[in-house]
Nanobody, 115 residues
Framework: QVQLVESGGGLVQAGGSLKLSCGSS????????MGWYRQAPGKQRELVAT???????EYSDSANGRFTISRDDAKNMVYLQMNRLKGEDSAVYYC?????????WGRGTQVTVSS
């Protein structure tokens, strides 16, 4: 069973930065797609950023230019560097890794941005 564990969330002032980390119990080269999603209270879970096995990345409009997703295959880690944070970035951030059509999710890490 694949286990994903997120870390790095916390409270930060608007304009600040945070780096989220996601560790996998399995080799991440087994996953064809990895990403970060977030869910704010009362809202649906939404895509933030993804990174493919070939290294290609995609970002939501909100994240584009401020967030950077990366991976370290040797450490089985995926990261999300978040800069110039805004109040609307406050949410629980979830790591997702997909093997073919099967997604695996972490339990999430809370990010709170204060204005």
């Amino acid at each position: 069973q694949v286990q994903l564990v997120e870390s790095g969330g916390g409270l930060v002032q608007a304009g600040g930065s945070l780096k989220l980390s996601c560790g996998s119990s399995s080799r991440i080269y087994a996953f064809n797609d990895m990403g970060w999603y977030r869910q704010a209270p009362g809202k649906q879970r939404e895509l933030v950023a993804t990174i493919r096995l070939d290294g290609g990345t995609e970002y939501s409009d909100s994240a584009n230019g401020r967030f950077t997703i990366s991976r370290d295959d040797a450490k089985n880690m995926v990261y999300l560097q978040m800069n110039r944070l805004k109040g609307e970035d406050s949410a629980v951030y979830y790591c997702m890794m997909k093997n073919l059509d099967t997604p695996y999710w972490g339990r999430g890490t809370q990010v709170t941005v204060s204005s």
